[in-house]
């Protein structure tokens, strides 16, 4: 009997421990096979959720690759649920839906773009074509806010991609993405350049020539130097924005309105000055009749009574024929212009000393001079000023010409 139960026993734990190992083994393999790595955890974990990243140039290896610069095209990658959600995004009906750009969340307006489908449309790539189309505003403002927004020429930028307003997503980059419109140092060449163009110019048109000069008296006239000034700066300023970014810049109303008030300034202060000197030769002229008219009474007292004419009357005959010959040599020989007595003060006097009505306009002309340069440094654009300040100007300019009309010539 005890043989018996002892040979059952046995029998049984035999058959029950092959059976869970069997069931045991299993679960050790599966676990022993899995991954225990982060970065691949990552990695798998990505391409179940999908990524949305720029692909860097050549090989997309080094920082240089996500430096980009203006005409240039950026590439953006979509994956996974990110592919499809921007996809189901894009099918929508009932609006258009186009790609939008985001730099530092700026929306960059009007920039062309392309869509390619890649494995049957499991993955999107999206082309931008970087460019600042001047003639549209919302382009120029778009570029302007970013400019001003930047203090360096390379300008490291948080790039997001909308679908018109809607799904706005960061996207990723191995390397931080940067953008320039040109290398720093080609921009400040180009900057000393000009504004050496400026000087000289400048000082070549006021010393060398006689552009700049009253006609009539030599002075320099305050309105063609202010007209030279803000004709010359606009002229390079549009030069140098070309040559840097390739594209025809466009020239706003605010700087044609400035360059109005100057010309009209600088025409303004010649018609004064002609008014000014045909009224004066116009009472030479007078003055001239009205003594031919008195000489002549004296001859015909003369010749009718002779005794009676005294020596008084004799000598203020005298007088008023030299009178006479000195007024029509005037006339026919305008007096030669005086020598000048310096820009700054030509300028600024008004023939009774320095006057303030002078001295405002070349203050404001300077002012709004440096911040129109500061400006196209910094934007790469030419300003539109503020219609106070131009306004302002206007003022300044009316008050001097009013002032003028009075003034010695």
Not at 370 to 388: H, K, L, N, Q, R
Request: hydrophobic share 40%.
């Amino acid at each position: 009997m005890r043989c018996l139960i002892v040979t059952m026993v046995m029998f049984t734990l035999f058959a029950y421990f092959p059976q869970t190992a069997a069931q045991e083994a299993p679960s050790e393999i599966s676990s022993a096979s899995q991954p225990h790595d982060p970065a691949v955890t990552n990695e798998i974990q990505d391409i179940q959720k999908g990524r949305l990243f720029i692909v860097g140039k050549n090989e997309g290896k080094n920082k240089e690759d996500f430096l980009f610069k203006m005409g240039e095209r950026v590439h953006i990658k979509a994956t996974g649920q990110v592919a499809r959600k921007l996809k189901s995004e894009l099918e929508q009906t009932g609006a258009t839906r186009t790609p939008i750009l985001l730099f530092d969340g700026i929306r960059m307006a009007n920039l062309p773009s392309a869509i390619s489908q890649l494995d049957d449309g499991n993955t999107l790539r999206f082309s931008f074509y970087l460019d600042r189309n001047s003639a549209l505003k919302d382009s120029r403002e778009a570029w302007d806010m970013l400019f001003k927004s930047k203090n360096e020429y390379v300008m490291p930028i948080e790039v997001t991609l909308a679908v018109s307003n809607e799904l706005p997503l960061v996207v990723q980059s191995a390397h931080p993405f940067c953008f320039y419109v040109a290398p720093t140092s080609e921009i400040l060449s180009i900057i000393a350049g000009a504004l050496l163009i400026l000087f000289v110019s400048y000082y070549l048109i006021a010393n060398k020539t006689n552009m700049l000069r009253d006609q009539d008296t030599g002075y320099y006239s305050l309105g063609k130097s202010q007209m030279a000034f803000w004709g010359l700066l606009v002229v390079l300023a549009f030069v140098g924005v070309w040559i840097l970014t390739g594209t025809m810049e466009y020239i706003p109303q605010q700087a044609l309105i400035l360059l109005g008030i100057s010309g009209a300034t600088g025409l303004s202060a010649i018609l004064i000055g002609n008014s000014k000197k045909s009224g004066t030769q116009d009472g030479t002229v007078k003055e001239i009749t009205a003594l031919r008219q008195e000489e002549q009474n004296l001859k015909e007292q003369k010749e009718k009574n002779p005794a009676a004419i005294a020596q008084d009357n004799e000598s203020q005959l005298t007088a008023i024929s030299q009178k006479i010959a000195e007024l029509s040599l005037q006339q026919g020989n305008p007096p030669q212009p005086v020598q000048s007595r310096g820009f700054w003060r030509d300028i600024c006097d008004d023939g009774n000393g320095i006057s303030f009505h002078r001295l405002q306009v070349v203050i404001w002309t300077l002012v709004l001079g440096t911040v129109f340069i500061g400006y196209v440094a910094d934007g790469m654009s030419i300003p539109e000023f503020p219609e106070t300040l131009l306004i302002l100007m206007g003022i300044s300019n009316l008050t001097y010409l009013g002032f003028k009309i009075p003034e010695k010539l």
